[in-house]
Antibody
Framework: QVQLQESGPGLVRPSETLSLICTVS????????WSWIRQSPGKGLEWIGY???????NYNPSLKSRVTISVDTAKNQFSLTLKSVTAADTAVYYC?????????????WGQGTLVTVSS | DIQLTQSPSSLSASVGDSITITCQAS??????LNWYQQKPGKAPKLLIY???DLETGVPSRFSGSGSGTSFSLRISGLQPEDIATYYC????????FGQGTRLEIK
């Protein structure tokens, strides 16, 4: 059974950088895409971007200038950095396995971690 | 971006009822539409993928249909554990989600 777990600071100051890690267990990261998704009361569920196990990435155009997603298959982890955060980036951040085969779907999710942007 | 509009935004039904939630896409997306269930404080859970395929382990009272721009999720024989918010999500282009439908049990 694949399990994902987010970790990182719950509080980030405005204008600073948000950094989260997702640790994957129960399966290899190979041959899968891995996504970050966030959920805020104001914007609902928003896909941030994905990384393939090879390191290839694709980002939501609305966040692309501030986002980096990377992967470390040796540690079975992938990470999110979001620069220059504002209060609008306050959300629950989820990592998810992004199944990309005959169809696409987010089939396994982490439990989510709340990140608050505040001074 | 492809916009997804769900209706209704909320509904109340009784145990044993059948309900339908609809999802309208702003562009043609073939069958690239998934449905998720989210309970309070939990992550979304995949129910239906590719518009009508039931995810492994999901009860058969859940079903999906549609293609193109119009889709629906049906729950036949509501159970108390179905209290949740339901989201559609498309993969016709970069992923987007509907705004959600909150289901309450009378």
């Amino acid at each position: 059974q694949v399990q994902l777990q987010e970790s990182g600071p719950g509080l980030v100051r405005p204008s600073e950088t948000l950094s989260l890690i997702c640790t994957v267990s129960g399966d290899s990261m190979s041959n899968y895409y891995w996504s970050w998704i966030r959920q805020s009361p104001g914007k609902g569920l928003e896909w941030i971007g994905y990384v393939y196990y090879s390191g290839y990435t694709n980002y939501n155009p609305s966040l692309k200038s501030r986002v980096t997603i990377s992967v470390d298959t040796a540690k079975n982890q992938f990470s999110l950095t979001l620069k220059s955060v504002t209060a609008a980036d306050t959300a629950v951040y989820y990592c998810a396995r992004h199944y990309y085969g005959s169809g696409q779907r987010f089939d396994y999710w982490g439990q989510g971690t709340l990140v608050t942007v505040s001074s | 971006d492809i916009q997804l509009t769900q209706s209704p935004s909320s509904l109340s039904a009784s145990v044993g009822d059948s309900i339908t939630i609809t999802c309208q896409a702003s562009q043609h997306i073939n069958d690239k539409l998934n449905w998720y269930q989210q309970k309070p404080g939990k992550a979304p859970k995949l129910l239906i993928y590719d518009a009508s395929d039931l995810e492994t382990g999901v009860p058969s009272r859940f079903s999906g249909s549609g293609s193109g721009t119009s889709f629906s999720l049906r729950i036949s024989g509501l159970q108390p554990e179905d209290i949740a918010t339901y989201y559609c999500q498309q993969f016709g282009s970069l992923p987007t989600f509907g705004q959600g439908t909150r289901l309450e049990i009378k």
